[in-house]
């Protein structure tokens, strides 16, 4: 496994070892001991997360502000652009994102830490997405923040417009935002 660095602290991008031939190929998507080694993260997952959306989706910036939870995120089907922004007030880099290109063909997976919102957009025709969550779903601690936010300038790589959830689309300024200390 490569752990690269991101722009933010503590959000990490991981290359899996993976091994292949003209049969296909095989890759341990997570090992515990194995994800610790590599980013002195010891964490448990407690539920895992499927979602498959179309070209132009986009999903976020999502976070809880109770039960916060840390994110492992992959792509097993078709390309996104995975973005984190940090959300933590005390942090030196609040309000800053870092973005990374995630994809069936690349098989990179980002860890985004809790204290983090988290979005995505599909670039190719559909992709399905998958996260280990360090904590439950929790409706009544979720928080959004807009994807278009002026202050974060976040550039999605879009060609037109996003395709949004009616929460989404009510997702609050980072300045109005419910952020963590």
Known sequence: ?????SALTGVMIIEPKV????????????????FEQATGI???FVQDNHSR?????????????EHAQGKLVRVTAG???????DVRRSSPNFGQWASVLLSAKNNRQLWVP???????????????????TTDYYTPSAER????????LAID?????TPTLSAKDQAGKRLNEADLFP
């Open 1 to 5: 496994m490569n752990v690269i660095p």
């Open 19 to 34: 091994f292949g031939d003209e049969r296909g190929f095989f890759y341990e998507s997570f090992n515990a001991r194995a």
């Open 42 to 44: 010891k964490q448990q």
């Open 53 to 65: 959306s179309a070209k132009g989706v986009l999903r976020g910036l999502h976070y809880q502000i």
């Open 79 to 85: 390309e996104v652009l995975d973005i984190a922004v």
């Open 114 to 132: 809790e204290g983090f919102a988290h979005g995505f957009v599909v670039l190719s025709d559909f992709a399905e997405f998958l996260y280990k």
């Open 144 to 151: 959004c923040i807009r994807w278009d936010d002026p202050d």
């Open 156 to 160: 999605w790589q879009l060609t037109g």
